[in-house]
């Protein structure tokens, strides 16, 4: 394992520090607690938004953190959800009075995690609500199963959560824009390489030089199918034809995100964005809006992933308002 | 006629994380093949946790103590398996509240606990997960005169067999699905060294 760290179970402390010190003009860390908020925080009358997930998929989640999307992120340890306690204190430090949503993406551990911070708050009087994010439709969604992953897509999420958070809108109707979005996205990913997670200290699988794995989740966790290496337009078209299969995207006007795992780099995914862009003009789905670059990475992964929103008047408007985080724009 | 005592509930406590530790590796192995490859070092971190917090605190009850161990496990398990046995033990606690630990008092408390696997984990049986045990367990309990506490561990054993061959509807391991099978489930067998560390100390006290 050839990484930069001091030491492998130090890594998410030490990466706190750092982007704190860095950053510490618009944020700054609750002491004693792996949660960064944003430094105006609780803000007055308006709902707090609160996400968070393991380490491991910079700039997610603190990145997000700031004016027009979230009021705290929660770190956990690299790919592990943070505990109960943590969120509590996130969801306890944003509260203004106006109530907190929690962002989750769809993994079993994250769901549960949140809920019982969720409890806990209710328990001190403050009112919680959430939204599971669950784009990845790589997985075969099923009420008798866990379901499909969150991924890329609950950075749009959050996006328009906190525009909609922003305007002073209550703890339902900022709930309501999210789960819109929730509806509306889909995403899907591959890797070319595994990842490593420091502690483990060797990659959690193997591909070989000629090999891609399709529908990789954000773990490293396998996907639904090895394939050889092919082009950017066969690997493009690849992902979109099983997003699209998913749900229908036709004459609508969509956003797209380009997203890298971490070890991309942006020459390939602008190459992919040309790709997604074409095959989905060929489907007749105008695009409203991209962003390409690194949103939702995997540690040092090289693969990417393809994320589709279907956009109207409200989404739009949620989009084009100021957003001020180091990571989104 | 009281079977727990609070020095039997600290030792139950100190011989699950022994046994964690001792099968660390085994559980992470496990874990590898369907999960994530986390549970063995999560669990004995975990459980070693909470001796180091049992072991220096004064406990009036049972019921004190299992709430401690569920704080300390809810705050440093974390993944799915932290809330589930963090539920699983302070809804033992609140079932034990007030109360001497008889034999008819623990099967409640065994009760309460798996009534909060499920919540927390929207399990149902049979879907390779921690609460499969749990359920067998509690069955069992249900069923039996309440002197043969050894009867726990082949109830264990068998259902952990069985989660051998179930596709895993719930938690990481769904992702899989088919794939899922062949593989004993990880939180099968972790909760089965804490029922074992619970029989070997009520064994103790008869010896």
Partial sequence: ?329 | MVILTVDQAKQWMIESQKKLVEHKEQLTTLDQAIGDGDHGINMARGFSEVVDKIEGTEYDTVADVLKSAAMTLTAKVGGASGPLYGTAFLKMAVSLQGKEVTAEAFVDAVDAGLEGIQTRGKAEFGEKTLFDVWYQVAAFLHSEPYDTWEGILEVCQAIIEDTREMVALRGRASYLKERSKGHIDPGSMSSFYIFQAFVDVLEWEKA
């Fill in chain 1, 1 to 329: 394992m050839k990484k930069v760290v001091n030491h492998p179970d130090k890594v998410v402390q030490d990466m706190l520090d750092g982007f704190v010190k860095a950053h510490h003009t618009s944020m700054k860390r609750i002491p004693d607690t792996t949660v960064i908020i944003r430094q105006e925080a609780p803000i007055s009358g308006k709902v707090g938004l609160v996400s968070g997930g393991g380490s491991g998929h910079e700039p997610a989640h603190a990145g997000y953190v700031g004016k027009g999307m979230l009021d705290a992120a929660v770190v956990g340890e690299v790919f592990t959800s943070p505990t109960p306690d943590q969120v509590l204190e996130a969801i306890k430090a944003v509260d203004s009075g106006a109530g907190v949503l929690l962002i989750i993406k769809n993994y079993t551990g994250d769901v549960m995690n949140f809920e019982m911070a969720a409890e806990l708050a209710e328990a001190e009087g403050i009112t919680v609500d959430k939204v599971i994010v669950n784009d990845d439709v790589a997985v075969e969604d099923s009420t008798f199963t866990t379901g499909r992953r969150g991924i890329a897509g609950t950075v749009l999420v959050h996006r328009v959560a906190g525009a909609v958070a922003e305007t002073g809108a209550s703890l339902a109707e900022v709930k309501q824009a999210a789960e819109k979005v929730v509806r509306n996205v889909r995403s899907m990913g591959l890797a070319l390489t595994a990842c490593t997670v420091p502690a483990a200290g060797k990659p959690s699988f193997t591909l070989h030089d000629n090999e891609i794995e399709i529908g990789t989740g954000i773990h490293g966790e396998p996907g639904i199918e090895r394939v050889p290496l092919q082009t950017a337009e066969e690997m493009s078209e690849r992902l979109v034809e099983k997003i699209l299969a998913d749900k229908d995207y036709t004459n609508s006007e969509v956003a797209i995100m380009i997203n890298g795992m971490g070890a991309t780099p942006e020459m390939e995914l602008y190459i992919v964005y040309r790709e997604v862009e074409r095959l989905l003009h060929k489907h007749g789905i105008a695009v409203y809006r991209a962003w390409v670059g690194e949103y939702m990475t995997s540690l040092e992964m090289a693969g990417f992933s393809v994320t589709l929103l279907a956009v109207d008047h409200e989404i739009k408007q949620a989009l084009s308002t100021p957003v001020e985080t180091i990571a989104f724009r």
